[in-house]
Nanobody, 123 residues
């Protein structure tokens, strides 16, 4: 069992940056793949970024490549999402998720979720 808690969201102007953190508690966090997903207002949840279990390969949605960076620190049981050049289309509730998954982009495969952190971008 893994518990996840996100932090770091807030209001930022377009072009600005935010860093989201996801703190994990529970056993053996390092064996799980971790992902960030977002749910824009009135839309379905969508994949943002993920890290494989090994922590070697990051995966990104096309719309965040070059702007967002995912990282993980297994020693601290934490995952981060550095978001730069935020755009008006980036707002939403950002969730971190963990699980023994292979299809990192499919949110339905992740059993463990945080409650989310709100990101708002003003133009």
């Amino acid at each position: 069992q893994v518990q996840l808690v996100e932090s770091g969201g807030g209001l930022v102007q377009a072009g600005g940056s935010l860093r989201l953190s996801c703190a994990a508690s529970g056993r053996a966090f390092s064996i799980y793949a971790v992902g960030w997903f977002r749910q824009p207002p009135g839309k379905e949840r969508e994949f943002v970024a993920a890290y494989s279990r090994s922590g070697v390969n990051p995966y990104y949605a096309d719309f965040v490549k070059g702007r967002f960076t995912i990282s993980r620190d297994n020693a601290k049981n934490a995952v981060y999402l550095q978001m730069d050049s935020l755009q008006p289309e980036d707002p939403g509730v950002y969730h971190c998720a963990a699980g023994l998954v292979r299809d990192y982009r499919d949110w339905t495969k992740y059993p463990y979720w945080g409650r989310g952190s709100q990101v708002t971008v003003s133009s």
